[in-house]
Nanobody, 124 residues
Framework: QVQLAESGGGLVQAGGSLRLSCAGT????????VAWFRQAPGKERDFVAGITWDGGDTYYRDSVKGRFTISRDNAKNTVFLQMNSLKAEDTAVYYC?????????????????WGQGTQVTVSS
């Protein structure tokens, strides 16, 4: 098993930046593809960005391409989400998740380990 803990959220003005971290404990996080999801109030949880176990491939939802960057440091058991040029519509609780499946990119249902989330609020 792996436990995930997000950090780095906060309040930022539109156009600003935040860097989220997802720290893994228990089984090494390098064993899994990892993704970031987000959930805004009253909306479903949506995929944001994903990365392979070795960082060799990444993929993003269209609305964050060119603004967000997912990366990982397996030596530190941590995955990051650098968010630049933030917009009010990026406001949400952000979750990291690790995939238990073998497909790439993973299907959403393959993400079996989840963190508790970190709030990101972008003021316009």
């Amino acid at each position: 098993q792996v436990q995930l803990a997000e950090s780095g959220g906060g309040l930022v003005q539109a156009g600003g930046s935040l860097r989220l971290s997802c720290a893994g404990t228990g089984r090494p996080l390098r064993s899994y593809p990892v993704a970031w999801f987000r959930q805004a109030p009253g909306k479903e949880r949506d995929f944001v960005a994903g990365i392979t176990w070795d960082g060799g491939d990444t993929y993003y939802r269209d609305s964050v391409k060119g603004r967000f960057t997912i990366s990982r440091d397996n030596a530190k058991n941590t995955v990051f989400l650098q968010m630049n040029s933030l917009k009010a519509e990026d406001t949400a609780v952000y979750y990291c998740a690790a995939s238990l499946g073998s497909s790439w990119p993973p299907r959403n249902y393959e993400y079996g380990y989840w963190g508790q989330g970190t709030q990101v609020t972008v003021s316009s």
